[in-house]
């Protein structure tokens, strides 16, 4: 922790972000956050701005970095190469907590690649909804028609 606290101590960004949503985007957070759904039932599966609140987040992040890991309620829902990260990221978002005080967490189901590949695209397929475009081209590929999807 110590470790995590002193190189979080450089960024001075992060008291900017007092009282505002701390964006996790990554894989381990990505896990801790399907487990947090796994441990409180969460009726869901949709990870994509998935939130946890600043007080369910700091009990939930001090179980998981004391914890056996695989004795947690709800790890089997966790990837097997992801676990052992587990408390190593719990203990990372804690000390971000305490740095930053967010309000909330609120956690990306796309990464790092997805962010890059998406600076890629030009202008106007940025702007395209998402939906809509799948929604075209699978209507495209059943030979159905563009209006009726």
Do not use: C
Request: glycine share 8%.
């Amino acid at each position: 922790a110590k470790i995590t606290r002193d190189e979080l101590a450089k960024a001075k960004l992060l008291k900017g972000g007092q009282g505002r949503p701390f964006y996790a985007v990554g894989g381990t957070w990505r896990n801790l956050a399907r487990l947090h759904m796994e441990m409180t039932n969460y009726p869901l599966g949709v990870m994509h701005h998935y939130e946890i609140s600043a007080d369910s987040a700091a009990n939930f992040l001090k179980q998981v970095a004391k914890a056996e890991i695989e004795k947690v309620k709800g790890i089997e829902g966790v990837s097997k190469n992801r676990r052992s990260l587990l408390p190593y990221g719990a203990v990372v978002l804690q000390e971000i907590m305490a740095a930053m005080q967010p309000s909330k967490i609120i956690v990306s189901a796309l990464g790092v690649r997805e962010g890059f590949l998406y600076s890629l695209l030009d202008e106007a397929e940025q702007k395209a909804d998402p939906l809509i475009s799948a929604s075209e081209e699978l209507a495209r590929l059943r030979s159905r028609s563009v209006a009726h999807a």
